[in-house]
């Protein structure tokens, strides 16, 4: 299938679907006119390169993980693969640090606007 084929089945611009491969998250095949040549192995990439997104994983993580991963049914099963756990656990703590900066930054931003409150009553 072509890339407006993968575009159509998976949901995901074209723009992206090049952003992938740049990435090397897809590696479509090149016919000799020079179009990309996708497969229904890339339809499930798609699927799950979107699911880690999803999840807060960057590109390089994802380019890593991927090949470790399946589908049962509609669902994406990652697999012991070494590094895995590693790599999910490392991210899990950028994401919770990440989380408490945007919280502080809350309780911040929400005592700015009290006093605001105040100074108008």
């Known amino acids: 299938m072509r890339i407006g084929d993968l575009a159509r089945e998976t949901g995901v ?30 339809v499930a990439a798609v699927r799950h390169i979107r699911t880690m997104l999803a999840a807060g994983l960057p590109t390089a993580v994802i380019a890593r993980l991927l090949a470790c991963v399946h589908d049962d049914g509609d669902r994406m099963v990652p697999s012991a693969c070494p590094g895995m756990l590693a790599s999910l656990r490392r991210e899990r703590r950028r994401l919770a640090e990440t ?15 009290a006093t605001v409150l105040e100074q108008r009553s």
């Open 99 to 113: 989380i408490d900066r945007l919280q502080t930054s809350q309780q911040a931003l929400d005592t700015m606007l």
């Open 13 to 42: 611009s074209r723009r992206l679907l090049r952003y992938y491969e740049e990435q090397g998250l897809l590696r479509p095949r090149r016919l000799a006119n020079g179009y990309r040549e996708y497969d229904d192995t890339d």
